[in-house]
């Protein structure tokens, strides 16, 4: 009966996951919660006050962020998430590589693994039935503090990545990290999706919201002065063409930004003003 169970909760993600809205095929890349246009000017307020209070220091050397994978696995097959340390070390080099010079370096400190096929299948995003499954892979099994990256693989179908922003960590600590579908890694196979979301939900992570957040050509949205107005996020699967969903505001839409959901082939480049926000996060939340 529970395997019964367990089929159909990741037969009806499935489907969930292939119909998107409106019954259309499409990839849901990203589950972090966007807030709310006030909770976001709210939280923004504590953050500048904050930063009055205590200036973050000067940026000499980069912050070594020290990173624990979790690779959470049904069975030791590769479609029961049981990936290889090869593959864990590709996507974590990956996200080395993605954060070069923007002021943070990772140090990849263990692998661990856990066999548990409950948490392989029923830990999602936003998916209140479960969310208690979600906490309890968490609590058992997150290493360290506020500075310490914790990562998770699991089998998720409603999208491919979602993390804790840093201002979250005080109220829901022992979820803090990212948490990845598990086939997500260089070499995957996937043309549009081989590794470059983990790069984006650690943007997350540190503090960065996406570059469309608040899905207007007005107003603060990801509060980062040199990501040009975007009124809507980019197709996955559009190419990295020029695009303007706000011809009225300077700029062409952020398509090569990592905050953005353009295909990873797009995917180069955090802005200035991207990098000095997560360092500001770091040291107001994390540090």
Same mark, same amino acid.
């Given at each position: 009966?529970?395997?019964?169970?367990?089929?159909?909760?990741? *037969?009806?993600?499935?489907?969930?996951?292939?119909?998107?809205?409106?019954?259309?095929?499409?990839?849901? &890349?990203?589950?972090?919660?966007?807030?709310?246009?006030? /909770?976001?000017?709210?939280? /923004?307020?504590q953050?500048?006050?904050?930063?009055?209070?205590?200036?973050?220091? /000067?940026?000499?050397?980069?912050?070594?962020?020290?990173v #624990?994978?979790?690779?959470?696995?049904?069975?030791? &097959?590769?479609?029961?998430?049981y990936?290889? $340390?090869?593959?864990v070390?590709?996507?974590?080099?990956?996200?080395?590589?993605?954060?070069? =010079?923007?002021?943070?370096?990772?140090?990849? +400190?263990?692998?661990?693994?856990?066999? $548990?096929?409950?948490?392989?299948?029923?830990?999602?995003?936003?998916?209140?039935?479960?969310?208690?499954?979600?906490?309890?892979?968490?609590?058992q099994?997150?290493?360290? @503090?506020?500075?310490? *990256? $914790?990562?998770?693989?699991?089998?998720?179908?409603?999208?491919? @990545?979602?993390?804790?922003?840093?201002?979250?960590?005080?109220?829901?600590?022992? &979820?803090? @990290?990212?948490?990845?579908? #598990?086939?997500?890694?260089?070499? $995957? =196979?996937?043309? #549009?999706?081989?590794?470059? &979301?983990?790069?984006? +939900?650690?943007g997350?992570?540190?503090?960065? #919201?996406?570059?469309?957040?608040g899905?207007?050509?007005f107003?603060?949205?990801?509060?980062?002065?040199?990501?040009?107005?975007?009124?809507?996020?980019?197709?996955?699967?559009?190419?990295? @063409?020029?695009?303007?969903?706000?011809?009225?505001?300077?700029?062409?839409?952020?398509?090569?930004?990592?905050?953005?959901?353009?295909?990873?082939?797009?995917?180069?480049?955090?802005?200035?003003?991207?990098?000095?926000?997560?360092?500001?996060?770091?040291?107001?939340?994390?540090?």
């Amino acid at each position: 009966m529970k395997l019964s169970i367990l089929a159909f909760v990741s *037969l009806a993600l499935s489907l969930d996951f292939v119909r998107g809205q409106g019954g259309l095929p499409q990839i849901n &890349t990203c589950g972090t919660i966007s807030p709310s246009p006030a /909770e976001r000017t709210a939280q /923004e307020a504590q953050y500048q006050a904050s930063l009055k209070a205590k200036p973050v220091p /000067e940026r000499l050397d980069d912050v070594v962020i020290p990173v #624990y994978y979790h690779v959470t696995y049904a069975n030791q &097959t590769f479609a029961g998430g049981y990936i290889s $340390n090869q593959q864990v070390q590709a996507a974590f080099d990956m996200l080395v590589s993605g954060f070069q =010079g923007s002021g943070f370096t990772f140090r990849l +400190e263990e692998v661990q693994r856990h066999n $548990n096929p409950t948490w392989f299948t029923l830990v999602e995003w936003n998916n209140p039935p479960t969310e208690h499954i979600n906490q309890e892979m968490k609590m058992q099994t997150r290493v360290g @503090g506020p500075r310490t *990256l $914790n990562i998770w693989t699991v089998g998720m179908q409603r999208a491919i @990545g979602y993390a804790q922003y840093p201002w979250d960590y005080m109220i829901a600590k022992h &979820t803090d @990290g990212v948490t990845m579908k #598990y086939d997500i890694f260089p070499n $995957n =196979g996937d043309s #549009y999706r081989f590794g470059k &979301t983990l790069i984006h +939900e650690v943007g997350h992570w540190l503090g960065l #919201y996406h570059t469309f957040e608040g899905n207007s050509c007005f107003g603060d949205n990801d509060f980062v002065a040199d990501t040009p107005a975007q009124a809507q996020a980019t197709d996955t699967f559009s190419g990295c @063409g020029s695009r303007d969903t706000c011809p009225t505001q300077p700029g062409l839409d952020p398509v090569s930004n990592y905050m953005d959901y353009s295909s990873d082939v797009c995917l180069i480049q955090f802005t200035q003003g991207q990098k000095d926000r997560m360092w500001g996060q770091y040291q107001t939340f994390r540090a």
